[in-house]
């Protein structure tokens, strides 16, 4: 599952996962098994790791998953009116904004409200970096955008949880917990893709150490050689990025 928060992945999984398995008894009903949602935040914190994770999940249960870029939603908007999951990434939130893109907004507003099959379902699901607080209250009605969900920056158990997903069993042998430690309390702050820029910088740096791989070396010595290698390795990513320390502006990296 995607590394975020309960209360957020809750609230994912209640408009979509939860949604296709229930939307039968809505049509049945006489209603429009139609849903939309807005996962905003900083890049790099899981969005795209959730589109992953729905990807994975429809394609397991013969659900449609369509992505569809901004440009091409701009150019045909009926785009949204796909069956299944349908992924728009980078969304430009002016669109939902008809004080500033009228024309469009009001076609969108109608394609949001119907679907080419009314035997399936559909959820729309918009994706953007930007702060979501200028949506026309139109697109704020039931199927249109039901939900807006706000992804952070990680916190320290979601670094925790992060970090141990991707070391695995593998990584785990050669990392002693004071290498993970250490990989945690540094990376306050940090999207999960800047973590993992500093992870692949670090391991090149650790494995090609010549006191790490000793067997002869202390621990004590190992750590303070992990504490330097570690060091190097944000100050590497951290001219990567055109900055000198986290308090600068940060540049996502997905």
Do not use: W
Not at 89 to 104: E, G, P, W
Request: aromatic letters at 10%.
């Amino acid at each position: 599952a995607p590394i975020l928060d309960d209360e957020t992945l809750q609230r994912i999984y209640f408009h979509t996962i939860d949604f296709s398995k229930k939307y039968r008894r809505i049509s049945l009903l006489g209603g429009r098994a139609i849903r939309g949602i807005i996962l905003s935040g900083p890049p790099g914190n899981g969005k795209t790791m959730m589109m992953r994770y729905l990807k994975a999940y429809a394609g397991k249960h013969s659900i449609k998953f369509s992505e569809v870029s901004k440009d091409s939603l701009e150019t045909n908007p009926n785009y949204l009116r796909t069956s299944g999951f349908v992924f728009i990434d980078d969304f430009d939130l002016a669109i939902l904004s008809r004080k500033r893109n009228h024309a469009l907004t009001t076609t969108l507003l109608g394609a949001m409200d119907g679907i080419t099959d009314d035997k399936k379902f559909s959820v729309r699901i918009f994706s953007t970096n930007e702060t979501v607080d200028d949506i026309d209250p139109a697109f704020k009605r039931p199927g249109r955008i039901d939900d807006i969900i706000h992804i952070p920056i990680p916190s320290l158990t979601l670094r925790q949880k992060y970090l141990k997903s991707f070391l695995g069993p593998t990584l785990t042998q050669y990392f002693t917990p004071y290498v993970n430690n250490l990989l945690i309390d540094k990376t306050a702050g940090f999207s999960f893709a800047e973590i993992t820029a500093v992870k692949d910088i670090f391991i090149q740096k650790y494995c090609d150490n010549e006191i790490i791989l000793s067997t002869d070396v202390d621990v004590e010595k190992k750590q303070k050689e992990t504490n330097r290698l570690m060091d190097e390795a944000f100050s590497t990513f951290y001219l990567s990025q055109g900055q000198k320390t986290k308090q600068t502006k940060k540049i996502g990296l997905i």
